[in-house]
Every structure is written in structure tokens, then in C-alpha cells.
């Protein structure tokens, strides 16, 4: 595959703005998308229908009694953006991402949500972090993590090599070390990951597709051999449903039907790229699709939404919703875009 990078280097100054546009862009994808989806997170189709008889089409509350999210108020971020804000914390400081500085970072972020004792964790990082705290060797940790933690967390590595494949899944198996070191984890955060490099520099969402599955294919060859359906195959799939004509309803629950929308890597993330190409890299629309669809409603809306804002770049956003987000969860996306950028050229 061309790398994308060499071309982007001799245009360094030309291109600053931009790679800050589409860093800003993939930030707010993944905190809007996982907010969108926390209401309705983990709930089936059927539930969040009862809950939520009209289409949610804007940030809300979580319902009361929700099992992970309840208090939640309208526009607040869960694990996916503060773990991918971990993974940005950890680039802005270090320029790097290390199998170590991710570990410290995941442990402590647990630890101060007392998330050993809450359902905040998802089954591959709760078991990882727990062994990690007891001195477990990290070659033994992530052993079995096969789930999409890995891949919801990761587009700061998209960001970080725009166009530069081989450098995002390089990275992509170190972070996965800790706690998801399988083929499965690693394919499926590849594949998300180099759809955000590729976003961050092509104007095609052709060449986003193309760079997803060069993720998959080159990260299955990494990590620990695990079972798993195949993330290409069922993205093919999911892809055919989104091209089949049928309406947007239809095809929302032929992909929850079909491909799947929970937490098993080979459903979330071949869902998520299928939403990407529907919408034509609209992060918004994105968001909206996941937080309807059901299963695991805001993994899916921040995967989506960090692939297609990196596309989109930051200015599909209404200032609204830019505002809300940083204000409700007392985050400024805007400086860590920079930052980051800053971190890219430095
Ligand atoms: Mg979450």
C-alpha cells in the first residue's frame, strides 16, 4: 500500500491546519458518538423502543435504573472517550505509545473511578487491569481480550500516523499488549485505526475503506491466535447490507440482525465502518444510527464517530454541540486537537 505519510511530510507546513481539522474532528466523532449512545446502551432494539418511543435524535439523560449509566445527565461521555482520551494524554506526553505507558495510564484512570467494584469495565480490560494490579507480567495479561475495548479507544493512533498504515498497526499491537492481545483485538483496532489515518488525509471514503481492511488483514498476523468470526468477511457483509436499497430503519436492524452491534469485536466494528459508508462519513449521522440501533449503543456510535470525524474534520459539528460536550464534561477537545497536532510535528 502507497504510504500516504511520505507525501504529507513534504507538505508539512501546508498541511498543519488540516491534520488539527480532522484531529479536532475525530475527537468530537468519538465523545459524540458515545454520548449519543450512552442512554441506550446494552439495551435491544425492542427496549430502547419502549424507553425511547421517538427516534433520539439529540443527546439525553440516561433513563433512570439504566445498569451502567444511571445519573448520567444529557451530553456525558463514558469509558470509550475517556480511555481515548488516555491514549491522546499519552501521545501529547511521551510522542509514543508504549505497552507501559498505556498500562499505567488504564490502571490509574480505573482506579480513580473505583472501577474494580462498578460495571464500567469491559470483560478484556476489568480481567487485564486486575491481573496488571496484582504484578501479572504484561506478556500474560492481555492473553485472551478479544473484545472491542481495543477498538474503541484507538483513533489517537489514527491521528498520530496519517496515512502511514504500517506505523498505526505497529502501534496498535503495542497498546493492545496490556489488555487485548489477541489477532481478533488487534485486527478489529487496526482496521478502526487506519480508517481514521486515512480519513485524516483522503478525501475518498474509498481509500478509508481500503485502509480498514489493510488494518484487519495486517493485524490478524499479530498477537495471540484466538477464535473469532472474521472482522473482513462480516464487514463485507455488513457492507452489502447498507447497499441493499432498503430503508434506514431496515437496514439499521438488518445490521443487528446480521452482523451484529455488541461487544465481539467482529460485530461492533464491521458495523461501525458499514454506518460510516452509509452516511458518507457523516459523524453526526453516525451517532444517531448507533444510539437507535441497540447493543452496545455508544461503542459503536464512538468507533463510528472517531473514524468518520477524522474524515469529516471538525466543522460538521454544530458550535452547540462542540460547546456542550466540552462544558458537560469539562473537556476541551479543541486543545487536545492542537496538542496533538503539535505533538504530530514536533
Ligand atoms: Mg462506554
Known sequence: MINENKTLKKFIGLEKELIYKKAFGSLLGVAFGDAMGMPTSLMSPLEIKKVFPQRITKLLPAPKGHFIHNGL???????????????ADLFIEEKKFSRMGVAKKLLEWAKSLDAFKSMLLGPSSLRALKMI???????????IGDTNGAAMKIAPVGIAHPGDYDAVVKDVAEICVPTHN???AIAGASAVACAVASGMVNKELDGLVEAFYYGAEEGMKL?????????????????????????????????????????????????????????NGNPIKT?????????DCDTVGAIAGGMAGAYSGYEIFPQEIIDQLSLVNNVD??????????????
Open 73 to 87: 445527565i444529557a451530553g456525558e461521555i463514558t469509558d470509550d472517550t475517556q480511555q481515548t482520551l488516555l491514549l
Open 133 to 143: 494490579d496484582e504484578g501479572v507480567s504484561l506478556d500474560e495479561t492481555g492473553r
Open 182 to 184: 489477541t489477532n481478533i
Open 223 to 279: 498477537g495471540n491466535q484466538w477464535y473469532g468470526a472474521s472482522i473482513q468477511k462480516r464487514t463485507e457483509l455488513a457492507l452489502k447490507i447498507v447497499r441493499s436499497g432498503k430503508k434506514e430503519e431496515e437496514i439499521w436492524q438488518d445490521l443487528y440482525d446480521y452482523v451484529g452491534a455488541g461487544i465481539a469485536m467482529s460485530e461492533s466494528v464491521p458495523t461501525s465502518l458499514a454506518l460510516v459508508v452509509y452516511y
Open 287 to 295: 451517532a444517531e444510527a448507533a444510539a437507535n440501533m441497540g447493543g
Open 333 to 346: 477537545f479543541n486543545l487536545y486537537a492542537k496538542r496533538m497536532t503539535d505533538a504530530i510535528f514536533s
